[in-house]
C-alpha cells in the first residue's frame, strides 16, 4: 500500500491515498471522503483543489517553470513554431517529418468557412465583441461538421482539431473584417497557419499585405506562449463541458466564453486601457501603484500577479524581450512600452506586490506587441483564444479518452435559508 494521508473529523478518522505525480507534487485523494466521513472539502476558488490528473503541461509555479508535455516553453518558444507545438499538445509528441506535413495539409485542407457561415457574421452589429463572434461562430460553424460533430471516436481527433484550428483563424479574421466593416479575404494555400492568418487580416482586395517572416514569427512565438496553461479558468471550463459529453466544438465555444473574462485573457485588453490612461495624463506610474494599493479604490494592476506563479511568469519574461525586438524592428517607439517598464519597476521594488508574489503574467506585455502589428485592442483576446485552442483540444480529448472519467460535478456547503412554510403572496412583507 502506498502512502496515506490521515483525516480526523469528531473523533472519527479516515485514511486517504496520496497521489504523486511525475514531478513528485503531492495530491491527496479524497474521492471517499464523503462516503466514509459523511464531509466534503471546501475550497472556493479551487485554489487548492486537483481537478484531475493530467499529463499535458507541467507549472512549477514557485520556480516559474512551464513545460508543454516535458518541453520547457523556452525551448519552444525559440526553437518550434506554433503548428508543432500545438501538435505536440494534442498527440502528446513531437510530430516526424511526415506527421507535420499531413497536419499542415489537414489544416489548408480546413481553412475555408463554408459560405453560409456569411449569413451569421452579418448578423452580428458591428461593435460586437469579437470574443462574442468567436464563441457564438464555433458553435455555428460546428452545425456544418455534421459528420464529426458529435463524434468522440479518438481516431478522429486529427482531424477534428484541424477543422477547429484551422477555421478558427479564418473565423477571427473575418470578424476583424466584419468589424471595420470591410470585405472578408479568404485564405491562401501557400501560406503558413500564422502569416497566413495575418494575410487575412491586412490584405485587401486586389491589395495583398506579404507579411514580413519576423512578424510572422513574432505573432507565431505569441500562439505558442498562449497554447497551453494546465487547468486555467478556460481549460477548466473546457473539461468541465466536455466531461458532460458535449461535443468539441461546443467545448471549445465554452472555453471562449471564459477565456473573455477581464481576470482571464481579458486581461490583455485591460493592461493597454490602463497604459493608456496613465499616459493620457489620468496617473503616473506612481501615483497608479498608489491607488492599486488603496483597497478602497478597487483597482488593480493588470498584467500582474497569478493563481499559480508565485515567481516570474516565464511567458512574461520572453514577450517582454520580444516586445523590444519587434518594436525595434518596426522601427516603433511607443511610450505604453516605457510606462508598462516603469511600472513593472515600481511594482516589482515595493513591499505591497513583493510580499504578495505579484510578478509580471502573460498579459503584461502582449498588448505592446499586438499594437505593434497593427492588432486592435478588442482583437487582443481572441488572439490569445487562437493560441489557446491546441490545449483545449488536448484537455478535450484527455477527458473523452478516459475510461474512468465523470461527469464534473462538485458539491456544495449550503448556507441559504434552512426549510420554512411556503407564504401565501397576501401574507408577504
Ligand atoms: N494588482 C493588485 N493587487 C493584486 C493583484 C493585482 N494585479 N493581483 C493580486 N493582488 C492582491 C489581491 O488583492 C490580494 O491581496 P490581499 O491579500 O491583500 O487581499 C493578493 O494579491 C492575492 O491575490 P488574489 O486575488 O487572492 O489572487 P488570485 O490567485 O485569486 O487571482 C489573478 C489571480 C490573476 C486573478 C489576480 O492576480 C488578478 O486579478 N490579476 C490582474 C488580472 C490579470 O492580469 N489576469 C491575467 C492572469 S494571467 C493570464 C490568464 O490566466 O488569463
Not at 491527496?28 to 479551487?46: E, N, P, S
Amino acid at each position: 500500500m502506498g502512502q496515506t494521508a490521515t483525516l480526523a473529523i469528531n473523533g472519527k478518522s479516515v485514511e486517504l491515498p496520496i497521489v504523486v505525480g511525475s514531478e513528485k507534487e503531492v495530491g491527496v485523494d479524497i474521492a471517499q471522503l464523503r462516503a466514509k466521513m459523511g464531509a466534503i472539502t471546501l475550497d472556493d476558488g479551487y485554489g487548492n483543489t486537483g481537478a484531475c490528473a493530467s499529463a499535458v503541461t507541467f507549472i512549477d509555479g514557485e520556480k516559474g517553470i512551464l513545460r508543454y508535455r516535458g518541453y520547457p516553453i523556452e525551448d519552444l518558444a525559440e526553437k518550434s513554431n506554433f503548428i508543432e507545438s500545438a501538435y505536440l499538445l494534442i498527440f502528446g509528441e513531437l510530430p516526424t517529418s511526415p506527421q507535420l506535413a499531413e497536419f499542415k495539409q489537414h489544416l489548408t485542407d480546413y481553412q475555408f468557412i463554408h459560405e453560409d457561415l456569411q449569413h451569421a457574421l452579418a448578423g452580428f452589429p458591428p461593435n460586437a465583441p469579437p470574443m462574442a463572434i468567436l464563441s457564438a461562430m464555433i458553435n455555428a460553424a460546428g452545425c456544418f461538421e455534421s459528420d464529426l460533430l458529435e463524434s468522440h471516436d479518438d481516431k478522429n481527433i486529427g482531424e477534428m482539431a484541424a477543422r477547429i484550428m484551422s477555421r478558427v483563424r479564418t473565423i477571427a479574421a473575418a470578424s476583424f473584417k466584419k468589424h471595420l466593416g470591410r470585405p472578408i479575404i479568404y485564405p491562401r494555400s501557400d501560406m503558413s497557419y500564422t502569416a497566413n492568418f495575418l494575410h487575412m487580416m491586412f490584405s485587401k482586395p486586389y491589395e495583398n499585405y506579404e507579411p514580413d517572416p519576423e512578424i510572422v514569427r513574432a505573432v507565431d512565438q505569441l500562439f505558442i506562449l498562449h497554447a497551453d496553461h494546465e487547468q486555467n479558468c478556460s481549460t477548466s471550463t473546457v473539461r468541465m463541458v466536455g466531461s458532460a459529453k458535449a461535443n468539441l466544438w461546443a467545448s471549445v465555444a465554452a472555453g471562449v466564453c471564459a477565456l473573455w473574462g477581464p481576470l482571464h485573457g481579458g486581461a490583455n485588453m485591460e493592461v493597454i486601457d490602463m497604459l493608456k490612461r496613465i499616459h493620457e495624463g489620468d496617473d503616473t506610474a506612481q501615483s497608479f501603484i498608489a491607488k492599486v494599493k488603496d483597497k478602497n479604490a478597487h483597482a488593480k494592476l493588470m498584467g500582474f500577479g497569478h493563481r499559480v506563479y508565485k515567481n516570474f511568469d516565464p511567458r512574461a519574461q520572453i514577450i517582454k524581450k520580444a516586445c523590444d525586438r519587434v518594436l525595434g524592428k518596426l522601427g516603433i517607439k511607443d511610450p505604453l512600452l516605457e510606462i508598462a517598464k516603469k511600472l513593472e519597476e515600481a511594482a516589482l521594488h515595493d513591499s505591497y506586490f513583493v510580499e504578495r508574489k505579484l510578478y509580471p503574467n502573460v498579459d503584461f506585455y502582449s498588448g505592446i506587441i499586438m499594437r505593434a502589428l497593427g492588432i486592435p485592442t478588442d482583437m487582443f483576446t481572441v488572439m490569445f483564444a487562437i493560441g489557446r485552442i491546441p490545449g483545449w483540444i488536448a484537455h478535450w480529448r484527455e477527458v473523452n479518452v478516459n475510461p474512468h472519467g465523470r461527469i464534473n460535478r462538485p458539491r456544495q456547503i449550503y448556507t441559504g435559508p434552512t426549510l420554512r412554510p411556503y407564504a401565501p403572496i397576501e401574507k408577504r412583507g
